[in-house]
T-cell receptor, first 116, second 115 residues
Framework: AQTVTQSQPEMSVQEAETVTLSCTYD???????LFWYKQPPSRQMILVIR??????QNATENRFSVNFQKAAKSFSLKISDSQLGDTAMYFC?????????????FGKGTKLTVNP | EADIYQTPRYLVIGTGKKITLECSQT?????MYWYQQDPGMELHLIHY???????EKGDLSSESTVSRIRTEHFPLTLESARPSHTSQYLC??????????????FGQGTRLTVV
């Protein structure tokens, strides 16, 4: 089965501090894409960062970076200098190919609260 | 950022009514998806489409149906709404380019309440 596991249902961090959200996944594919999506309360889901599995270099987007460990099938998200606007649900996801079909599979999400 | 729109944003409707949730995207994407999400919970894929006249059921069984007559439009229909259908429905689209979903764009969602 192709699955995504986010082991931290909820996390909190103080403003300006750093927080790391965990994600592990399971796939037999050799090439795939991994994503972190952010869903603020009552707002649209938006892409935070994306990693191509064949690239060894970890992706970064401003304050957001990932630690991609392909052998361990781990894809954690680090948020530096946390801001109040970072409060949201964060979903880890990756693409899977099943029976010739290609889909995005999501984890259960981590609810992040940034405290002032 | 994303040119994908869902209407209505909120819908409260009585049991037994027929409803259609609209989803449109102006990016020319071939792939479109419907996810069901309970508040604060994970997303479950219920339908997807690879293009016009292509529709497939997702991982989570759903009594809803979809159609894809035009590339930009992917409506979801419930013939007879029930309280168990109360949930948030998210529509998404992505390009087919090479291997792997490059990026999915999401609509703002429709929060459906069946009373």
């Amino acid at each position: 089965a192709q699955t995504v596991t986010q082991s931290q249902p909820e996390m909190s961090v103080q403003e300006a501090e750093t927080v790391t959200l965990s994600c592990t996944y399971d796939t037999s594919e050799s090439n795939y894409y991994l994503f972190w999506y952010k869903q603020p309360p009552s707002r649209q889901m938006i892409l935070v960062i994306r990693q191509e599995a064949y690239k060894q270099q970890n992706a970064t987007e401003n304050r957001f970076s990932v630690n991609f460990q392909k052998a361990a099938k781990s894809f954690s998200l680090k948020i530096s200098d946390s801001q109040l606007g970072d409060t949201a649900m964060y979903f880890c996801a990756f693409t899977v190919t099943q029976g010739g079909s290609e889909k995005l599979v999501f984890g259960k999400g981590t609810k992040l609260t940034v405290n002032p | 950022e994303a040119d994908i729109y869902q209407t209505p944003r909120y819908l409260v409707i009585g049991t037994g009514k027929k409803i259609t949730l609209e989803c449109s995207q102006t990016m020319g994407h071939d792939k479109m998806y419907w996810y069901q999400q309970d508040p604060g919970m994970e997303l479950h894929l219920i339908h997807y489409s690879y293009g016009v006249n292509s529709t497939e059921k997702g991982d989570l069984s759903s009594e809803s149906t979809v159609s894809r007559i035009r590339t930009e439009h992917f409506p979801l229909t419930l013939e007879s709404a029930r309280p168990s259908h109360t949930s948030q429905y998210l529509c998404a689209s992505s390009e087919i380019k090479g291997q792997g979903v490059k990026r999915a764009f999401f609509g703002q969602g429709t929060r459906l309440t069946v009373v």
